[in-house]
């Protein structure tokens, strides 16, 4: 009895063991990925904050208006505070 017990509490703590081996080791992968995916997430803000500027432009502001259509104010359209 004494020795069934001993055999079953190695059998657990050997398969608890393993058990915490596996989550160590797809914790890390899932870190890894985690890490890969932030590296990429950066890569696109950095190219959005890039476009960004690239928009602000004024040259590029003009001729998107003129794109749409659009044309500087009359003096009767601008409001002086």
């Known amino acids: 009895m004494v020795l069934f017990s001993l055999v079953a509490t190695i059998g657990l703590l050997a398969g608890g063991k393993v058990w915490v081996s596996y989550l160590r080791v797809d ?3 899932s870190v ?3 890490k890969k995916e932030k590296v990429l997430l950066e890569q696109d803000v ?5 476009e960004l500027a690239s928009m602000m432009r004024p040259d590029t502001l003009r001729r ?7 044309s500087a104010p009359t003096a009767m359209q ?4």
Request: proline share 5%; charged share 25%.
């Open 27 to 29: 914790t890390e992968q």
């Open 32 to 34: 890894t990925q985690l």
């Open 46 to 50: 950095q190219n959005l904050e890039l």
């Open 64 to 70: 998107l208006a003129r794109e749409l259509g659009m």
């Open 78 to 81: 601008v409001v002086k505070p």
